[in-house]
């Protein structure tokens, strides 16, 4: 059993930034995604990031704007997140799931094992 614990969520002027961190409670050499939920909305992938870090993807909305890495050595995740705006208020949760080769599994909710309880971000004006 792995667990998952969000951290870096908080309060930020439009325009902003601020950094997601996600540390899991074992070493896991697995796909590792964050995805958000705003108020009255779905779940929705924002970024994933494979085993090694050599293979991402990115939501459309935020391509060019966060940027998700990784630490195997601290099992932890990483999602920068810059130029932020209102539309990026929401609670984001990471996942943790099998390894997989193709990056376009990535944004399935169903490839994931594990998921944190979450950290909200709210983007004020």
């Known amino acids: 059993q792995v667990q998952l614990a969000e951290s870096g969520g908080g309060l930020v002027q439009a325009g902003g930034s601020l950094r997601l961190s996600c540390t899991a409670s074992?070493?896991?050499?697995?796909?590792l995604s964050w995805f958000r939920q705003a108020p009255g909305k779905e779940r929705e992938f924002v970024a994933g990031i494979n085993w090694n870090g050599g293979r991402t993807s990115y939501a459309d909305s935020v391509k060019g704007r966060f940027t998700i890495s990784r630490d195997n050595a601290r099992n932890t995740v990483y999602l920068q997140m810059n130029s932020l705006k209102l539309e990026d208020t929401a609670v984001y949760y990471c996942?943790?799931?099998?390894?997989?080769?193709?990056?376009?599994?990535?944004?399935?909710?169903?490839?994931?094992?594990?998921w944190g309880q979450g950290t909200q971000v709210t983007v004020s004006t």
């Open positions: 074992a070493r896991t050499l697995s796909t």
């Open positions: 996942a943790a799931g099998p390894a997989t080769y193709s990056s376009s599994r990535f944004p399935d909710p169903q490839l994931y094992n594990y």
